[in-house]
């Protein structure tokens, strides 16, 4: 006997609305919240490829308006393939990707539904709910039951599927609950003849738009179906800042839509032909399109969009099988895992069909107070020069972009078409009973569980080599070290933009940039700036870029295109002859950049004759993810190289971290991390009989991201000494030994700065500061690099309680933003209680080392360097 499990992806109501919108700010006609800036970077692991083969399908002509979520149909497949074995198992291994070890489909599909989980804002809702109907008749499996409910937030409900009207009732009620009423009716008792398991899965969202349409600038206007046929449909207009690109690689213009919340955005992609949609569908692929977004620029546009509302219904079957997924569909399935039942019946179990019904309606609608405002466009932008008429056919998605889960996409072919019905070959047909359940959407986000991208992840992995590299040039120093790989890496960026000839080659080969305009580099160094300005309610990590240029000299208009397009940096100019002048103008830019953590950059390093001072300042404030208890911190040991025991105030806390001890740097890595799950700080501790010169020098042959991946969670007993570190440096010594050399002397090639002056970099001053206590950190950074003209041939216990080696880094792009190394801990706070018996009066005061030039001892103040030094 046979069984079929009947598969309900549906009632996916996507309303891309507005709700009342309180203080807000009506401009030109379009309403805006108060904090009128948006940000927008691409996420990195976004999509699969699995997704873009499914709306490919759709690209055939005979498809009209189309809406259907790939993650919805990716959560049913995957609590499927949780139950599988044998070759029904390895179909979904071969066409989904989905790996051997489920346990990694499981963490997925668990990171991605606790993205989308609600959250105490109220400008968007989405519900979302799985749930397995299963026939009294048999018993679910335990340990699928368990996984269904922690991984997939899946219920199972046992029903008397014999009694169709009472099992068909209650499905029904729980389906309306989800969808705010739009589907009230999903199932019939008439389809739950011979069923024994019903997957469902509902969606239903509905957000307002960031910068609304309003109603009085809705008219009639005209829709192209065909190149030559067109249709009267209702057309909204706006126009505001939007995240926007032409593409001339896919003869498409590209337009972000956000809706307020800043967590969801739909992507609207439209052909510049009017009868370009399907041939765009069939050519794009996931790379094309991600590639374009990184060009995305926030400009003012003219938006011209029709209203849309449809229904839109698709089996899934027949696409499936041609996809590669058979045997599911087949009477040899093999489901042994999902439940269990007398005579063994569940091995018969297969899948006899599966149908998503999903619905959009898309409109300008909000409070009536926006639709009596009419304000001329032109008195806010003036003249726009970048217009997106949405008036022939284009394709959509709708993002989460935390996690950059797509969680529906589609096609418009003619805003008047409202429902259709499709097979895998067009036709319109119903189901039929005991085939299927309408569908509905998952809620998720789309997976990518093949391997990353290999370009991406070399050029990542090799760009934090400088970081490392810079790190061990530190640690030859026997003082407490605290730098900014980011900040220094972004002027060096800053410096290479502008920079020819050997020069350019020096650095480019020091931070493994071969070419800087390269698609892979750029997206790299724009992910860099995206994460040096980052907040979020509990963390914030600010950096401002600045160029100072001299009042007598002209920055080359290309290098000042280059630094605002890909720094967001400043160009400032002033009286560079005017020292005291040109000192305060750039120490209070700084003051300002690093909340006053850092009040000067510039001192008696500024020379006489500078032409151009580039800046970087850099402020990080992060609160610990479970602080450390301030009560059960005391006066513990701290090994301190050539002098001993010291009594330092140590914190301790035990808790489960993310950790491992590393054998081939014979050291202990512990992650800390901070709230928001945005950044972490990286301890590495070294054992016995290891010193921190050898482990920072081994560290240049460990992958960083390598160490991250090998933590597992540990519970454990951490000591970290609290520990404050302000440092001033000039990088030139520690540059040169990188092979960063030709920028300090007189044959420096920098003529892409400015115009028709031989120039060469006299210094670069970084600046940082550190304070780590039981609450969490506060980190400030600031380089700045001066140029000057050429002169012709002139549970486990873990203790921190030796030197140690710490990154702060962001989580997602494992970008380090701050690096360290403590030899002897010193902070300017209270002394707590001591523990040891041998403990002596303890000096609290602020330790602030100033490092000058390295090769020069005791030397504390960072002065005028000879130019013939480094001749």
Avoid at 13 to 21: P, R, T
Avoid at 361 to 386: I, P, R
Avoid at 650 to 672: C, G, I, R, W
Avoid at 824 to 848: C, D, G, H, I, M
Wanted: aromatic fraction near 10%; glycine fraction near 4%; charged fraction near 20%.
């Amino acid at each position: 006997m046979f069984f079929s499990l009947i598969v309900a992806i549906s009632c996916l109501c996507v309303f891309a609305g507005a709700q009342d919108v309180k203080n807000s700010n009506s401009l030109n006609g379009s309403v805006v919240s108060d904090n009128d800036e948006d940000a927008y970077y691409p996420y990195q692991d976004w999509s699969d490829t699995f997704d873009w083969q499914l709306l490919k399908v759709f690209a055939d002509p005979k498809y009209k308006n189309v809406i259907i979520s790939p993650i919805s149909l990716k959560l049913v497949l995957a609590l499927l393939y949780e139950g599988s074995s044998g070759s029904t198992e390895k179909e979904f291994q071969s066409v989904l990707h989905f790996p051997v070890q489920k346990q990694v489909v499981r963490e997925n599909f668990y990171n991605i539904l606790e993205s989308l989980q609600p959250t105490e804002r109220r400008e968007y809702v989405l519900n979302l709910g799985t749930r397995i109907f299963m026939d009294s008749s048999i018993k679910p499996q335990q340990a699928f039951a368990a996984k269904a409910k922690y991984n997939y937030q899946t219920d199972i409900q046992l029903l008397d599927f014999a009694n169709g009207t009472s099992a068909a009732a209650s499905i029904n009620s729980w389906v309306e609950n989800i969808t705010n009423g739009k589907i009230s009716s999903l199932v019939s008792d008439d389809e739950l003849k011979n069923a024994i398991m019903l997957i469902i899965n509902t969606i239903f969202f509905k957000g307002s738009w960031r910068h609304e349409f309003p109603k009085n600038r809705t008219a009639l206007g005209g829709f192209y179906v065909t190149p030559s046929d067109v249709v009267e449909v209702p057309l909204m207009k706006t126009t505001d800042k939007f995240f926007y690109y032409e593409s001339n690689t896919l003869d498409a213009k590209i337009l972000r839509l956000p809706y307020k919340g800043k967590r969801y955005a739909m992507f609207i992609v439209l052909p510049n032909s009017k009868g370009g949609l399907n041939s765009l569908l069939q050519k794009i692929n996931l790379d094309s399109l991600k590639r374009n977004f990184y060009f995305m620029d926030y400009v003012p546009v003219e938006v011209t969009l029709p209203k849309l509302k449809f229904d839109f219904k698709v089996q899934f079957t027949h696409i499936l099988e041609e996809f590669g997924l058979r045997q599911m569909f087949q009477n040899t399935a093999s489901f042994p895992g999902i439940a269990r039942g007398e005579n063994n019946i569940l091995r018969m179990l297969f899948v006899s069909d599966i149908i998503q019904k999903s619905g959009i309606q898309l409109d300008e609608e909000g409070s009536s107070v926006f639709s009596a405002t009419d304000v001329v466009v032109s008195n806010k932008f003036g003249e726009v020069e970048n217009v997106f008429n949405a008036t022939h056919p284009f394709m959509f998605f709708i993002e989460e972009q935390t996690k950059g889960t797509i969680l529906f996409a589609g096609k418009v072919e003619n805003p008047l078409n409202i429902d259709s019905f499709a097979t895998r070959f067009g036709g319109e047909t119903g189901p039929t009973p005991n085939e299927v359940l309408h569908s509905i959407p998952i809620n998720g986000s789309p997976l990518n569980l093949e391997p990353e991208n290999a370009v991406i992840n070399t050029v990542n992995r090799r760009f934090n080599y400088f970081d490392l590299e810079l790190l061990q040039e530190f640690s030859e120093i026997d003082q407490n070290v605290f730098i900014s790989p980011a900040s220094i890496k972004t002027t060096l960026s800053m410096i290479l933009e502008g920079a020819k000839g050997k020069c350019a080659q020096e650095i480019g080969n020091a931070l493994r940039i071969e070419d800087i305009n390269d698609v892979e580099i750029r997206k790299q160094l724009q992910r860099l700036l995206f994460d040096l300005n980052e907040k979020t309610p509990n963390n914030e990590l600010t950096s401002a870029n600045a160029v100072f240029v001299s009042n007598k000299l002209k920055i080359l208009s290309d290098y000042h295109m280059k630094l605002a397009q890909h720094y967001r940096a400043q160009i400032k100019s002033v009286d560079l002859s005017n020292g005291p002048k040109a000192i305060s103008e750039i120490n209070e830019w700084v003051y300002n950049a690093t909340k006053g953590h850092i009040p000067t950059i510039i001192g008696d390093n500024l020379f006489e004759d500078s032409t151009i001072v580039i800046a970087n300042a850099l402020y990080f404030r992060g609160k610990w993810k479970t602080s450390f208890n301030s009560k059960e911190t005391l006066m513990k040991c701290f090994d301190i190289p050539n002098i001993g025991c010291k009594d330092v105030p140590m914190m301790q806390k035990t808790d489960s971290f993310n950790y491992n001890m590393l054998p081939y740097l014979n050291a202990h890595a512990v992650e800390v991390p901070y709230q928001d799950d945005k950044y972490s700080m990286l301890l590495l501790i070294p054992s016995a009989g290891t010193n921190i010169k050898i482990l920072a020098r081994d560290m240049q042959h460990a992958h960083f991201e390598s160490i991250l991946n090998s933590l597992k969670p540990t519970e454990i007993m951490l000591e970290l000494p609290r520990f404050e570190i302000e440092s001033e440096v000039n990088l030139m010594d520690y540059l040169i030994p990188l092979k960063i050399q030709e920028i300090f002397g007189p044959k420096a090639n920098l003529s892409g700065i400015v115009e028709n002056t031989n120039t060469r970099i006299g210094n670069i001053i970084h600046k940082a500061k550190i304070e780590v206590n039981e609450e969490g950190t506060k980190a400030a950074a600031a380089t700045s690099a001066v140029v000057i003209p050429l002169m012709g041939e002139t549970a486990l216990r873990v203790s921190a309680d030796k030197p140690f080696i710490f990154f702060i880094y962001q989580k997602e792009s494992k970008n380090i933003i701050f690096e360290g190394i403590v030899l002897e801990p010193k902070n300017s706070e209270a002394s707590p209680p001591s523990l040891s018996p041998t403990s002596k009066t303890v000096q609290t005061n602020k330790f602030v080392p100033k490092f000058g030039n390295r090769y020069v001892p005791n030397t504390h103040k960072v002065g005028r360097m000879p130019f013939a030094t480094y001749r």
